[in-house]
């Protein structure tokens, strides 16, 4: 399954240790998985996860600014328009059922964790180059792969069955190979053949490491939604 992600992601992975198992199979995940998570945090967390792609959208565009090659640039852009044409149909669908419509998503208030989180994403963008930037957005892209991957198929009757039929499908798991072909491909051209070898490697690792901690805190986030 992870392997299908690329070599840099498996690495980046391992580096993060216990942190990428508790972000992976946290509570949230695993009322998901059972379906017992409460509506009501299932909604909050969609809400605040629409707003979270709005900025995650706006990282992959920065993305584009980074680029040294026209196949990164195409990726990235490529990765923009997924996520603004297509899996914010999935929170605009579920909300509305709800009576939420899209400008009630697009002008929520963001949750001090979601500022947390898509800020760091930000930052590692405009303060470092393009590594710095994937590092800080694989675990999102990748660690919802793994999940979906995990999580599904389930019976069309699951309370969940929509979300994680979203991620365990083969679209969204091809966007996962797809982001581990570019963030394998501008590893190997910015540090080499052996990049856990460099002096920039640790740096990528901690910027992995922090993002798949504030993804944890989204799904806390979640959690206290739901009270």
């Known amino acids: 399954m992870t392997g299908d992600y690329g070599v840099t992601f498996a690495r980046l992975r391992d580096a993060a240790g216990p942190v990428w198992r508790d972000y992976t199979h946290h509570a949230f995940v695993e009322g998901l998985r059972?379906?017992?998570?409460?509506?009501?945090?299932?909604?909050?967390?969609?809400?605040?996860?629409?707003v979270f792609l709005i900025h995650f959208a706006r990282a992959w565009?920065?993305?584009?600014?980074?680029?040294?090659?026209l196949a990164e640039m195409r990726a990235c852009a490529a990765t923009v328009d997924a996520l603004v044409n297509h899996e914010l149909g999935l929170h605009v669908t579920t909300c509305a059922e709800a009576g939420l419509s899209e400008a009630d998503l697009y002008n929520a208030e963001?949750?001090?964790a979601n500022l947390a989180y898509t800020r760091y994403v930000l930052d590692a963008g405009h303060s470092g180059d393009l590594l710095d930037l994937l590092a800080a957005l694989a675990p999102c892209v990748m660690g919802y792969g793994e999940i979906g991957a995990r999580l599904g198929p389930v019976a069309g009757d699951h309370p969940y069955a929509g979300w994680i039929g979203t991620y365990a499908g083969d679209d969204y798991q091809q966007v996962c190979r797809e982001a581990?072909?570019?963030?394998?491909?501008?590893?190997?051209?910015?540090?080499?053949?052996?990049p856990h070898t460099t002096p920039g490697w640790a740096r990528l690792c901690r910027r992995f490491t922090t993002?798949?901690?504030?993804?944890?805190?989204?799904?806390?986030?979640?959690?206290s939604l739901g009270h």
């Open 180 to 194: 581990g072909v570019l963030l394998d491909g501008a590893v190997t051209r910015r540090l080499g053949p052996d």
């Open 110 to 112: 963001e949750h001090p």
């Open 34 to 50: 059972t379906g017992r998570l409460p509506r009501t945090a299932f909604l909050g967390y969609l809400v605040q996860d629409y």
């Open 211 to 223: 993002a798949t901690r504030l993804e944890v805190g989204f799904w806390e986030m979640g959690l």
């Open 61 to 69: 565009a920065l993305a584009v600014t980074k680029t040294e090659t």
